[in-house]
């Protein structure tokens, strides 16, 4: 048997995940202190004073297409794994929360970090 819930019963969420691409991006914060820094921001933002666990390392560095970095963050209720590759200016940021925040919030403090306007974004609400 299943349970039908009507249209005015609120809907309660397990996480949120957010996938953003932002383009046009300001590749001078593309190293790995600038995205160390970008990290300790958006883990503050979603989780305030919890711990933070942020790795930062190079990926493609053979392939001028796939050059840049990725960073996987944890926080104690967030996991964000991003990559930014220098080539085509542009951040991929896949942030999954069981910590409420506000998508929007996410959007406009990732691209003013990196400096665009320009983005895509996907929301996924788990229940």
Same mark, same amino acid.
């Given at each position: ?51 933070? @666990?942020? /790795? ?7 392939? !001028? $297409?796939?050059?840049? &970095? ?26 999954? @929360?069981? /910590? ?7 959007? !406009? $403090?990732?691209?003013? &970090? ?14």
């Amino acid at each position: 048997m299943t349970e039908e819930k009507t249209e005015t019963e609120e809907k309660t969420f397990w996480a949120l995940d957010l996938s953003l691409d932002l383009y046009d991006c300001d590749i001078g914060k593309f190293n790995i202190e600038g995205i160390n820094n970008f990290g300790k921001k958006i883990g503050e933002f979603l989780d305030p004073d919890a711990w933070n @666990s942020i /790795q930062v390392s190079e990926f493609g560095k053979d392939e !001028e $297409l796939l050059n840049g &970095f990725r960073m996987v963050h944890e926080t104690h209720a967030c996991l964000i794994t991003s990559h930014f590759v220098n080539k085509s200016k542009k951040a991929y940021i896949n942030i999954h @929360s069981c /910590q409420p925040y506000k998508p929007t919030e996410a959007i !406009e $403090l990732c691209g003013d &970090f990196f400096d665009t306007t320009k983005y895509a974004c996907k929301k996924n609400m788990r229940d």
